[in-house]
Nanobody
Framework: QVQLVESGGGLVQPGGSLRLSCAASGRLFGVYAMGWHRQAPGAQRELVATITSSGTTNYADSVKGRFTISRDNAKKMVYLQMDSLKPEDTAVYYC????????????WGQGTQVTVSS
């Protein structure tokens, strides 16, 4: 069983920055990949960034060069540093993981709202 709790969302002006955090519970945190997804109003949930257990990262084209995903295995934390934010980044951001033993669809956090507006 894995539980994920996101924090760090809020209202920010275009061009600003936010850092999202995801606290994970459960065993073997360091051995499975983690990811951030987002869902804007009226849109499908989309993958934003992933990080493997060894630290290899992958990003959606829309956030490359602006967002950075990282993890601290000792603290069981995953982070998403978001810089140069745009209004189109407005969405609910979710932490996600899908280890081999997970139920179908994997584990999701409850989400944290990010609003980019002047």
């Amino acid at each position: 069983q894995v539980q994920l709790v996101e924090s760090g969302g809020g209202l920010v002006q275009p061009g600003g920055s936010l850092r999202l955090s995801c606290a994970a519970s459960g065993r073997l945190f360091g051995v499975y990949a983690m990811g951030w997804h987002r869902q804007a109003p009226g849109a499908q949930r989309e993958l934003v960034a992933t990080i493997t257990s060894s630290g290899t990262t992958n990003y959606a084209d829309s956030v490359k060069g602006r967002f950075t995903i990282s993890r601290d295995n000792a603290k069981k934390m995953v982070y998403l540093q978001m810089d140069s934010l745009k209004p189109e980044d407005t969405a609910v951001y979710y932490c996600h993981t899908n280890p081999p033993w997970a139920p179908k669809g994997g584990y999701w956090g409850q989400g944290t709202q990010v609003t980019v507006s002047s």
